[in-house]
Nanobody, 119 residues
Framework: QVQLVESGGGLVQAGGSLRLSCAAS????????MGWLRQAPGKEREFVAR????????TYADSVKGRFTISRDNVKNTMYLQMVSLKPEDTAVYYC????????????WGQGTQVTVSS
């Protein structure tokens, strides 16, 4: 049974930083592409970043490029999202997801962690 558990969310002032973690279990972590997506109140879920199985290939949404860094540790079965220079518009529930199959579709999702950026 696949489980994805996010942590590290919270309240931060604009310009601040947070690091999100996603701990995965249930199958071989290093076999699968992983991603971070987010959903703000009243908005659709949107892509944030994606990382391939080895960690050598990453993709970012234009809105976070240069501020967010996605990474993974295949020994610890954990994916990370380092966020710096946070803006109020980054406020959302952040979800980690596993096994991408196009657009914003993944086979498995975490429960989400709230990130709130105050101005």
């Amino acid at each position: 049974q696949v489980q994805l558990v996010e942590s590290g969310g919270g309240l931060v002032q604009a310009g601040g930083s947070l690091r999100l973690s996603c701990a995965a279990s249930g199958r071989t972590f290093s076999n699968y592409e992983m991603g971070w997506l987010r959903q703000a109140p009243g908005k659709e879920r949107e892509f944030v970043a994606r990382i391939n199985w080895s960690g050598r290939s990453t993709t970012y949404a234009d809105s976070v490029k240069g501020r967010f860094t996605i990474s993974r540790d295949n020994v610890k079965n954990t994916m990370y999202l380092q966020m710096v220079s946070l803006k109020p518009e980054d406020t959302a529930v952040y979800y980690c997801a596993q096994e991408w199959y196009g657009d914003n579709r993944y086979h498995y999702w975490g429960q989400g962690t709230q990130v709130t950026v105050s101005s």
